[in-house]
């Protein structure tokens, strides 16, 4: 059994005043807290802004705790006297809309440690987790505070599927470990739970064997139906004779097409094709690998080669590390903090769609409402999951009425300028779904209506209630989310 510590980082926590304090120097902490509160302008602006960078929540203090203890003090102070701020959990800020303001191995981590130092740390004693999300540069706490979604989804579930015990502190300020057997309500209540119950110091989660390379493909298709069918096949197979990694993204003739991954022979054919069709579906997949010389890596190549449905002679493969494969967004981001176009406003609209009625949301999506704008700007992710892979007790939701959901990320970047015009174009992507029937939930979500959040917990809102007046009575944490 592979135990790694990684106490690397806690997260960062923010002190939100109530609407009738005024000023940050209102903010007073008794000395026997033992804590450093800073509300310095430079650590306030840092704070005030997200990866969405649409919103400005300005906290009236930050600390920067060094041990889940100084969390404890703070929450249990604010919770047993006059409470006059709230708490919030930062990580990295990776929220849209100001939020945040091998199977018998684990991995001990810290809820602020950036998931791409869980892959360096523990790919060193040769194991790696399971289920990643593309962009490594955010923290545990913060996506399985949400669920932590990727290419690897449809295989072993997402992130919160992967946990084996948490250590939280509660809104109370208890320092509580707890599982699916010991404080399992508090468990099933924080993976998913939006920073709702409590805030994560130390996550288990399950490691395997980490390989040391990937085969990449992209794939071409003109015909959605087909690409959607060999998607669907591809994750129903099993892991040995299928692929590791999945998703599917785009091309739109209103849109930057990015062709680097082709040969540069290949590169103005595929303009062409964009061009003529309108829309190329990307099919994109991965095998990891030690050894090349195995059988089964010719056969699972063999396979995506010869037997699916893409446009003849438009596929392009990569032999690249394990660690460049999972760290592949960072290179993007470096190219575009190079152009200054990486810190801008990020409208992201991130859906799940059942199987039945993804069809639907491509003609009247898709079809009907982007590929009918003067021009897009950004990557939209299209590819399903295994719904089974999902554990219905915790609080993270996604539409369960059948086996299949398709994950959906219209990840657009905007000028301030133009965020009010892509923030409209998102909720009519929304009232499309909702008249045509289709039963989407949202991730990544934020609401500011109650009845919202009802509507979006469905079935799970009286248990969520509950949990909230059990962990966090005071309604202390996480108030950028807008639920209490």
């Known amino acids: 059994m592979a135990n790694i510590p990684l106490m690397i980082t806690l997260t960062t926590v923010l002190i939100y005043l109530l609407p009738s304090c005024i000023k940050s120097s209102e903010i007073i902490l008794p000395k026997s807290l033992n804590l450093t509160l800073l509300t310095d302008p430079s650590a306030i602006s840092v704070a005030s802004h997200d990866f969405g960078n649409i919103t400005t929540v300005i906290p009236g203090g930050v600390i920067c705790p060094s041990?889940?203890?100084?969390?404890?003090?703070?929450?249990?102070?604010?919770?047993?006297?006059?409470?006059?701020?709230?708490?919030?959990?930062?990580?990295?800020?990776?929220?849209?809309?100001?939020?945040?303001?091998?199977?018998?191995?684990?991995a001990d981590v810290a809820g602020g440690t950036l998931w791409v130092d869980v892959l360096k740390?523990?790919?060193?004693?040769?194991?790696s987790p399971v289920s990643w999300t593309d962009y490594l540069h955010v923290s545990v706490g913060g996506t399985l505070s949400n669920a932590g979604i990727g290419g690897e989804v449809f295989r072993n579930g997402p992130q919160i599927s992967n946990v084996l015990e948490l250590d939280v502190i509660t809104g109370k300020g208890e320092m509580l470990a707890c599982s699916p057997q010991l404080n399992s309500e508090l468990f099933y209540g924080v993976l998913g739970g939006l920073g709702q119950f409590g805030i994560i110091t130390r996550a288990r989660i399950v490691l395997n064997h980490a390989p040391k390379r990937a085969k990449w493909f992209r794939m071409l298709y003109s015909d959605f139906t087909a690409f959607t069918k060999d998607q669907e096949r591809l994750i129903s197979m099993a892991n040995d004779t299928g692929v590791d990694y999945l998703e599917g993204q785009l091309f739109m003739s209103n849109g930057v097409v990015d062709t680097s991954f082709f040969p540069q022979s290949d590169q103005s054919k595929i303009a062409d094709l964009v061009?003529?069709?309108?829309?190329i579906y990307v099919l994109e997949v991965a095998k990891f690998y030690d050894d090349p010389t195995l059988p089964i890596i010719g056969q699972v190549v063999d396979m995506l080669t010869k037997t699916l449905s893409y446009l003849p002679g438009f596929i392009s493969m990569h032999d690249v590390a394990y660690f460049d494969f999972l760290n592949r967004v960072k290179a993007e981001e470096d190219k575009l903090r190079s152009l200054g176009l990486w810190e801008v406003p990020h409208p992201w609209l991130n859906l799940y769609v059942p199987k039945s009625q993804i069809l639907d949301f491509h003609n009247g999506v898709v079809k009907d409402i982007l590929l009918k704008q003067n021009s897009t700007s950004g990557l939209t992710l299209l590819y399903p999951s295994n719904r089974n892979k999902w554990d219905n007790r915790m609080s993270a939701m996604v539409t369960d009425e059948e086996d299949v959901v398709y994950i959906i990320g219209i990840l657009q970047s905007a000028t301030p300028q133009n965020v009010p015009?892509?923030?409209?174009?998102?909720?009519?992507?929304?009232?499309?779904?909702?008249?045509s029937g289709i039963k989407i939930k949202q991730y990544l979500m934020h609401y500011t209506r109650k009845e919202d959040w009802v509507?979006?917990?469905?079935?799970?809102?009286?248990?969520?209630?509950k949990r909230k007046d059990l962990f966090d009575p005071k309604k202390l944490l996480s108030p950028g989310q807008d639920i209490f």
Request: glycine share 12%; proline share 3%; net charge positive.
């Open 455 to 465: 509507e979006h917990f469905g079935t799970k809102w009286s248990a969520f209630s």
């Open 121 to 127: 740390k523990t790919a060193e004693k040769g194991v």
């Open 67 to 106: 041990s889940p203890a100084e969390i404890s003090r703070l929450l249990s102070y604010a919770s047993n006297g006059e409470r006059k701020f709230q708490v919030a959990a930062r990580g990295q800020g990776h929220s849209l809309m100001g939020q945040a303001g091998v199977p018998d191995g684990y």
């Open 275 to 279: 061009k003529s069709h309108g829309i």
């Open 421 to 435: 015009e892509v923030e409209s174009l998102n909720d009519s992507i929304i009232r499309v779904c909702k008249d």
